[in-house]
């Protein structure tokens, strides 16, 4: 966040030194060990889908199968796979901030994320210990996913907070300097050396990673769990709600959110058993369950922001103006959700779309996601030494929340230059790989724009006892975006609706692409209306 976004410290220091101190010697190793966390993830989740979509893992005989039924089947496990990474930071935030701190919490899931990555390697022909491997990983991945972008702001104070701009960007940069190599290396590993290799090698860097943050464990400021506290964010939301009075439309609306989230409960416990039973599920059990915690969120959120002021017979006004800033930032992380429908569709209609283009015979198509964390290497550094100093020269200042709604923005643009590739694709013209530049261009711009201003502006806002939860919820806000994908795709496996599209003369590809772009163009909009209204503070630990 720039300097002149925050709110002042409340405590008297000359201007020139404030926030200017010296960087702590520990962030080398937190870095070190996101770098090869990263490798890890990304090297087995950038080949998951052309190893599922050409493995008999899904389908048995794979040759019996279409293509197209095949491909549909890949992308629904990987989608639905992230879908759990990001929801698993709920449980990773919510078990550091009130019972192991950051540091123990993240030590503890690296070694249950180490053991999945183990079972991806070894059980690469057998169904039920692969997809065990992808359930450790999404609990080990997801669960330290907040605890460490938590832990990186928690080495700053006010003394030298203006370095954790930087720390943010280096941590952002060293992300996508793991994920360039292990997009580039890994598919070429699971075309020439095999599966087992080419899933070994990510479980081998992940048991680095652990290493390495046990080697830096006398160094870190590790900021103990917050005990139970009479004025929590849940507590003072329940205040809200429960509290006598006319008019209690807000409790009204959170049962409603209740009882939807119990229905989609019992709807995923309905397809667990249709997919026991060899039959169809009417949408799927990870779906059924993500749509119910939208429902509680949603409802209750909405439902304690008209009858907060309630809760002030209960709680101080700081404990009540704090729960209003927690619902202020989950609304701009719902915003933030069709974002990542796009972004993460890279990794599987974007690799899909790429079979279908002209390459070199040596180029695997999932290598072309090596592009995307190249980019980001180069933006970074361009965005802070060039673009943002241009911008400021001109009297405009590049401010996070609008540095994200431009993100959003963007990458619809990268949709709409995907959709119109597709669309000469489907009318039979070759179509060069090269094309794809433009649209991984485009998003990769907005993901410099969102994700790597978003970490360090959900750390500013949260207020210190909810830190872990809130960095949590911004990791949901990519599980809700992998939902939305999941949604559509479920959609247009009706035949009615597939049938209409095709009547439209365009692909069931093409069209979804113009409909996600579509849909952030809609979320763009609709962040830069609430953001024009939204109140920067600044929550960074004071000195000493």
């Not at 909009?525 to 024009?532: E, I, K, Q």
Request: proline residues 6%; charged residues 10%.
């Amino acid at each position: 966040m720039s300097a002149s976004t925050e709110t002042a410290p409340t405590e008297a220091a000359p201007p020139p030194a404030a926030g200017r101190g010296k960087m702590p010697r520990q962030i080398a190793y937190i870095i070190g060990n996101e770098g090869c966390e990263r490798f890890s993830f990304y090297g087995m989740r950038n080949i998951l889908t052309p190893f599922l979509a050409s493995s008999a893992l899904l389908f048995g005989a794979t040759e019996l199968v279409p293509q197209a039924e095949r491909e549909g089947a890949a992308k629904e496990v990987f989608h639905t796979f992230v879908l759990g990474v990001y929801f698993c930071p709920l449980l990773g935030g919510w078990v550091a901030d009130r019972f192991l701190g950051k540091y123990r919490t993240i030590l503890y899931l690296s070694l249950v994320y180490c053991v999945g990555q183990a079972c991806l390697a070894l059980f690469v022909t057998e169904k039920s210990g692969f997809y065990l491997g992808l359930v450790l990983i999404a609990l080990g991945s997801g669960g330290i996913k907040p605890c460490v972008s938590a832990f990186v702001g928690d080495q700053f104070d006010q003394s030298n907070k203006s370095l954790a701009k930087v720390v943010f960007d280096a941590f952002y940069w060293i992300i996508n300097f793991g994920s360039f190599f292990a997009s580039l290396l890994m598919p070429a590993f699971l075309r020439h050396l095999g599966p087992a290799v080419a899933f070994g090698v990510p479980g081998i860097l992940m048991f680095v990673s652990t290493v390495i943050l046990w080697l830096g464990r006398r160094l870190y400021v590790d900021v103990p769990p917050a005990p139970p506290h009479p004025d929590s964010f849940v507590r003072v939301a329940r205040s809200a709600l429960a509290a006598p009075g006319e008019g209690r439309s807000g409790l009204a609306l959170a049962l409603v959110g209740a009882a939807a989230a119990v229905a989609g409960v019992v709807l995923g416990f309905v397809d667990l058993g249709r997919m026991l039973t060899s039959s169809h599920p009417i949408l799927g059990v990870a779906q059924w369950w993500c749509l119910a915690l939208v429902a509680v969120i949603g409802f209750a959120g909405v439902g304690t922001w008209w009858q907060l002021d309630r809760a002030r017979a209960a709680h101080p006004a700081d404990a009540v103006e704090g729960a209003r800033s927690v619902l202020r930032i989950l609304v701009l992380f719902a915003l933030v959700t069709p974002f990542w429908s796009l972004f993460d569709q890279k990794a599987s209609t974007w690799v899909l779309q790429a079979n279908g283009m002209t390459k070199p015979s040596w180029f695997e198509p999932a290598q072309m996601q090596a592009l995307n964390p190249l980019l980001v290497m180069l933006l970074i550094p361009f965005n802070n030494l060039v673009l943002y100093p241009a911008l400021r020269k001109r009297g405009i200042e590049p401010t996070p929340l609008r540095r994200m709604g431009s993100g959003i923005a963007l990458s619809g643009l990268s949709w709409v230059a995907a959709g119109v590739l597709q669309l000469v694709i489907d009318g039979g013209e070759p179509v060069s790989i090269g094309w794809q530049v433009l649209p991984y261009a485009l998003l990769t711009l907005g993901e410099v724009l969102v994700s790597a201003t978003g970490l360090e502006f959900a750390y500013s806002q949260a207020p210190a006892p909810m830190k872990g939860a809130i960095l949590a919820f911004w990791s949901l806000s990519v599980t809700v975006g992998n939902l939305w994908v999941l949604l559509v795709n479920t959609a247009v496996r009706n035949d009615a609706v597939t049938g209409a599209i095709r009547q439209s003369g365009v692909s069931v590809m093409g069209f979804q692409m113009f409909f996600f772009a579509a849909f952030a163009f809609a979320a763009a909009l609709a962040f830069a209306l609430y953001a024009a209204r939204y109140p920067l503070v600044d929550h960074y630990r004071k000195a000493g």
